[in-house]
């Protein structure tokens, strides 16, 4: 199993990026799917995620400025981020949990996890 996240980069503020994640290996179009993030210094932290079925849960920091999304036959999940800021900048990493609905918060309650694209913006 394998997740690769792409689509990381530099950008100004108030730019936008959309960050993808490929799964290959297994199906996951029946399990939720995340995207977390970790700044310098800090710890993981939860940003968005998808349920198979298309319901989103997002961090409140980034409501209304980030849209989650996924294509189950590509087994792909999205993160589109609009309006960033430099607060924003950290490492993301997509993460695949084994619950078929329930959305968790949790990094601890995913197992599997991509490599992480980094994402800086400037002010």
């Known amino acids: 199993v394998q997740l690769q996240a792409s689509g990381g980069g530099l950008v100004q503020s108030g730019g936008s990026l959309k960050l993808s994640c490929v799964a290959s290996?297994?199906?996951?179009?029946?399990?939720?799917m995340a995207w977390f993030r970790q700044a310098p210094g800090k710890e993981r932290e939860f940003t968005a995620a998808?349920?198979?079925?298309?319901?989103?849960e997002y961090e409140d920091s980034v409501e209304g400025r980030f849209t989650i999304s996924r294509d189950n036959p590509k087994n792909t999940v999205y993160l589109q981020m609009n309006s960033l800021k430099p607060e924003d900048t950290a490492v993301y990493y997509c993460?695949?949990?084994?619950?078929?609905?329930?959305?968790?918060?949790?990094?601890?309650?995913?197992?599997?996890w991509g490599q992480g694209t980094q994402v800086t913006v400037s002010s």
């Open positions: 993460g695949v949990s084994r619950s078929f609905g329930r959305i968790y918060t949790s990094g601890s309650l995913y197992t599997y």
């Open positions: 290996g297994r199906t996951f179009s029946a399990y939720v």
């Open positions: 998808i349920t198979s079925g298309g319901r989103t």
